[in-house]
């Protein structure tokens, strides 16, 4: 969504299934308006969280014009890809197939693709291949994108590029920081709240906790001495800057709720909830 939209509106991590909400992004063309709905990854759920992402996630799949289904073209089409491609069987949504990642394949790729081709054989899908790093092959999707989109209206002004408010992406560039410095040790365990945020003519403060599930976690995430948490902040920080374009004291705070994602209050009041 980043490459497609020009900005960085939604987070990346090595780690799977990071996406927790229905994100969207908004470019705007001489020719049309593209609402991209970024959902949560299709999976089998272990918690109450992972029940509410999965749900938003198939709610989507009617509610869109096109659905683009990413995959990793790095390797061989999978067991979960197979799974998603019987889901969206049953829509009649138009479905177009994005192999991902093909700055990553190998010279030869002929059997790496076709696997993918067999895969969808049975459905009059189109399938285009891209790089979200290198931006090789964007152009061309977002072209097959606005020709299958219906006639409408444009819903938002053409510099907008997400409709998620500012206090949103800041607890996402905060998680994301989590994420990519902490890597497995607290996978998905962490939600942030955004406390406050004061604005000075010269400088936004933001406060924010970070929850987790476990002490073991909280002590993670502070790390010797506050090393890990002054890294998180630092690190999140400049994303933020970057975000309001304007300096940023970020100061967090780290507070254990047991078994928050099982929780159907405490996922509300964390922002986690099936969406209409």
């Not at 001489?30 to 938003?56: C, R, S």
């Not at 390797?75 to 009649?92: N, Q």
């Not at 090393?227 to 999140?236: D, E, N, P, V, Y």
Request: net charge negative; glycine share 6%.
């Amino acid at each position: 969504m980043n490459q497609l939209v020009g900005q960085k509106v939604a987070i990346t991590s090595p780690v799977a299934q990071t996406t927790r909400n229905r994100l969207r992004g908004i470019l705007t063309t001489p020719e049309a308006q593209l609402i991209f709905v970024d959902t949560p990854g299709i999976h089998k759920p272990h918690h109450q969280l992972g029940e509410v992402l999965v749900q938003n996630a198939k709610l989507s799949i009617d509610a869109v014009d096109v659905v683009l289904f990413v995959v990793d073209g790095s390797v061989r089409a999978g067991g979960g890809d197979r799974y998603i491609v019987e889901l969206l069987s049953h829509s009649t949504t138009p479905v177009v197939l994005g192999l991902n990642k093909i700055d990553q394949q190998p010279p030869d790729a002929q059997n790496l693709d076709s696997s993918y081709v067999q895969l969808v054989q049975p459905h009059p899908w189109q399938m285009v291949k891209f790089s979200a790093e290198s931006s090789e092959g964007i152009e061309l999707l977002k072209q097959l994108l606005i020709e299958l989109l219906e006639p409408g209206p444009y819903y938002y002004p053409p510099d907008l590029v997400t409709d998620q408010p500012e206090r949103f992406i800041m607890g996402e560039l905060i998680r994301e920081q989590i994420l990519l410095l902490t890597r497995e040790e607290v996978p998905h365990s962490v939600a942030i709240a955004i406390d406050k945020v004061e604005e000075a003519p010269t400088i936004t403060r933001v406060f924010a906790t970070i929850h987790v599930e476990r002490s073991s976690q909280k002590a993670i995430l502070i790390g010797k001495g506050g090393s890990m948490l002054k890294a998180i902040g630092t690190a999140a920080r400049a994303q933020i800057q970057k975000l309001i374009a304007g300096s940023v004291y970020l100061e967090l705070f780290v507070k254990v709720q047991p078994k928050w994602r099982q929780s159907r209050l405490r996922l509300a009041e964390l922002g986690y909830q099936v969406e209409d």
